[in-house]
């Protein structure tokens, strides 16, 4: 076949292209919900690791956190989404919340040390600055430490979510059809895998392309915020 009848084929013919908008939403939703749990859980682990004890003494926040991001980095995160489907939530019979779930659990190990780098970027007079004021330790994290630190987050945090947008193609693992597996099934159905394959890898990479430019330009604006 040409390309035009392959383009036919893999996107016009028996409402094809309505797989993979299926499958972008799904692609979509599991990375969304995915990357605000990572960032919520992620927050909390950089604090706690975050936490100083006395000296001799044990920080069990600390060793918890520690422990959760060596184990979570160290273990491949297909192997956590299929220990996630087939033992921890075996019960579960929603496997977008499964999977939400498992690459959220996955990203805040990442996003912890994303969170912890940027404050520790911070000057440690500011933490001394604001306790002179009065204010506890938490209200100077919160009120001092924190909105300086976000500075230096955002843009990774920016590249940690287009990584976590591109892990989500494992999904068909646990049964789930997103743009990737869409791309599969037409290939099986057409027995042409260049243009659906093709097809999946430009729509992801004008998603990518976009959440690109989105992230230089805000980059460029918080440079200049720095300038004022």
Known sequence: ?????QFHTAFIAENRWKLYINGLGVTLTVAFFAGLLGILLGT???LMKLSESEKGKFNIWNFLATAYVDIIRGTPSVLQLLIMW???MASSRNPVFVAVLSFGLNSAAYV??????GILAVGKGQMEAGRSLGLSKGMTMTYVILPQAVKNIIPPMGNEFITLLKETAIVGYVSMTDLTRAANKVSAATYEPFMPLIGAAVIYFI???VLTLALAALERRLRKSDLR
Do not use: P, T
């Open 86 to 88: 087939f033992i921890i």
């Open 44 to 46: 909390v682990l950089a």
């Open 1 to 5: 076949m040409n390309f035009q009848e």
């Open 207 to 209: 998603i990518i392309k």
């Open 112 to 117: 912890s040390e994303i969170v912890r780098a």
